[in-house]
Every structure is written in C-alpha cells, then in structure tokens.
C-alpha cells in the first residue's frame, strides 16, 4: 500500500480507467549468500510495517510465526500518512527510535534520492546506513521462510514446503489478481466498466474459494501455508471496510459460510489474529482515501465480536502447525 510522493497528484481513482497497481519495487534481496550486498544477520534490519496495510500485515504474521522477532526489528508506522508518506506519529516525538526518522520517505531517499515512486510499507531498512533495502513484499516473506532458517525459533512450521511451492505459488497467483488487489480494483476503478470487470472476478473468486476450502481446512497442504496468510489479510479487512468503502458488496464475509469459518479460524490462530488491529484498518482506509470518502469520516460499525465465535474447522482434520508448535503467547 502506498503513500504517494509530494510530487505526484493526490488521488487514488482516475477517472474512466481501471485500477492499476505500480508494482515497480526495489527488489534487492537479503540472503544467506548476500549476493545482493545484503546478507542475513540477525540485529542488522529493521522491517517498517503498517497494521492497517494488508501487504504489511503478512509479514508482521509471518515474522511472527517464524519468531524472527529477536532476529529483526520492527518500526511501526501509524495508520494514516502524510503527502510525503508513512509517519511514526505512534513513537515518542514522532521520530522512529532505531532509525531516527520521522518519514518512511527518508530511508528510501538514503537509498535512492528523490525516489519518485510509491513510498510503500513493508520495507526492509538497513539499520547502518539508514537505507530502504527491499519494499518487495511478495519476495520478503518468501525471503523470511527461505533465507532467514538459522534464526527461526524452535518448532516454527515450514509456511513454503518445497513439495508444495508450485501449488501454494498457483493459488496465490490466482489470490492476488482476483482477491488481494482485485478489491482495490473495484474500489479504485474509474469506470462503471472496470468496476463491473473487477467485481465480477473477485467474487467469482471467492466462490472458487469457497469451494476448495469445503472440504479441507487449509488452502494447501493441511497445514498453515503461505497461501494462508496472503488470502487472510484481505478476508480480515472484508467486512470492516472492502464491503462499503470499496463496494465490495454481493455479500459480506459473515454471510459467505466457508470463508467466514476459515477467516475465523486463522484469527483464532496464534499469529494472526493477535497480528490485526481493526482499528488501524479502518482509520487508515477511511481517513487517508478521500476521493473515495471525501468527510473522513470512520464508520463505527460493524461489530467485530463475532471473530470469536466457533468456526467448527477443526473437524476437517489438518493442524495449524504440522510438526511445528504455535508461537509463544503476545
């Protein structure tokens, strides 16, 4: 998700055409062999992260799942941002307390100077010299499962199985054009057309969804997987603001049965639901999207209680950890 730069218009629909993400990251890597320049070492990076940011909110799960905590930092930005981009208004003086800024846009600008492109979360910052590493979120929890091994705690689960990579990478193929950003199409679209498209296959989607997850608790495999967390962090902001803000509306997800279980499962899951905060979600959508919400104004409901109720998923077999262990209580 991206704060746009000071230089760039304001604005997230344009008009009479179709959403389209700029996926145009830094795609430097951090790995054991640190071919990149940057190699694995624990204390060394600090991720920069957003609660209300779905793309965010997977690696804030995974890095918990793993319990890389001890190995990587983590800066926690506020909900909304300025025209500059994310701010740490939530630390003492605004002012990030392991990399010393105010402005995500500063670490970027160590890196690359005057980078005009989005100013997104997640971001991994090199510590020492206070520059943007990688903001290419698909690769960085890749890049956790895989190259950050050494310091996974004791009974991590394995989120990437080499034996089901191709399968969890042609789900998740499919989850992000349709459901993951298929949402932002319908919300952003500038066109009664490309909306009408965008909702048409997010839906579709989500039937298909349904239906693979009747039968099993898991999207593949039996246990927790990557695809797991990637599809989760848009089923949690569904109902809270995709359903209105961003006309997602043929039903909500408490009126989808399956995938309302499913949801509910996973939140009740350590690692994820303790990694939600709907509050940030819902301020941070409402407030900062004012072409789509001109007020501002954050809607109270709906009621959220309902997260914690049975969803009866246990019965389909599968366990959350495989061989592994949940992570230690928050």
Avoid at 18 to 40: F, L, S
Avoid at 139 to 152: A, G, S
Avoid at 216 to 241: H, K, N
């Amino acid at each position: 998700m991206s704060a746009h730069g000071s230089s760039e218009n304001d604005s997230y629909v344009k008009p009479n055409q179709p959403y389209e993400r700029d996926t145009r990251y830094i795609e430097t890597r951090i790995t054991r062999d640190g071919a990149d320049g940057y190699p694995v070492e624990a204390g060394r990076y600090r991720l920069v992260v957003s609660y209300a940011c779905p793309w965010a909110n997977r690696t804030i799960i995974v890095r918990r799942l793993l319990g890389l905590e001890g190995a990587i930092s983590m800066g926690v930005c506020g909900p909304t941002h300025d025209k500059r981009s994310w701010t740490f208004d939530l630390d003492p003086g605004a002012v990030d307390p392991v990399l010393g800024i105010s402005h995500l846009q500063e670490a970027y600008f160590a890196r690359i100077p005057g980078y005009e492109k989005g100013i997104t979360v997640p971001a991994i910052v090199d510590v020492p010299s206070g520059a943007v590493v990688t903001n290419n979120f698909p690769q960085i929890t890749l890049d956790f499962e895989q190259e950050w091994v050494d310091f996974h705690r004791a009974g991590a689960p394995d989120l990437y199985p080499a034996d089901l990579r191709a399968e969890i990478d042609e789900v998740n193929a499919h989850v992000y054009r349709d459901v993951n950003n298929g949402v932002y199409r319908c919300g952003f679209a500038g066109s009664q057309e490309s909306y009408d498209a965008a909702y048409d296959q997010l839906f579709a989607r989500l039937d298909w969804l349904s239906e693979r997850l009747k039968d099993q608790r898991y999207l593949v495999g039996d246990t927790i997987t990557e695809a797991d967390v990637r599809l989760y962090t848009t089923l949690a902001r569904f109902d809270p603001v995709y359903h209105g803000h961003f006309k997602c509306n043929r039903e909500k997800l408490s009126e989808m049965p399956v995938l309302w279980a499913y949801a509910r499962d996973l939140y009740q899951t350590p690692g994820f639901g303790d990694s939600t905060n709907f509050a940030h979600i819902k301020s941070h959508y409402y407030e900062v999207h004012r072409d789509i919400n001109p007020s501002g104004i954050v809607p109270k409901g709906p009621d959220l209680a309902n997260w914690t109720t049975p969803h009866g998923r246990e019965q389909l077999g599968g366990s959350p950890f495989g061989k592994g262990t949940a992570p230690a209580a928050l």
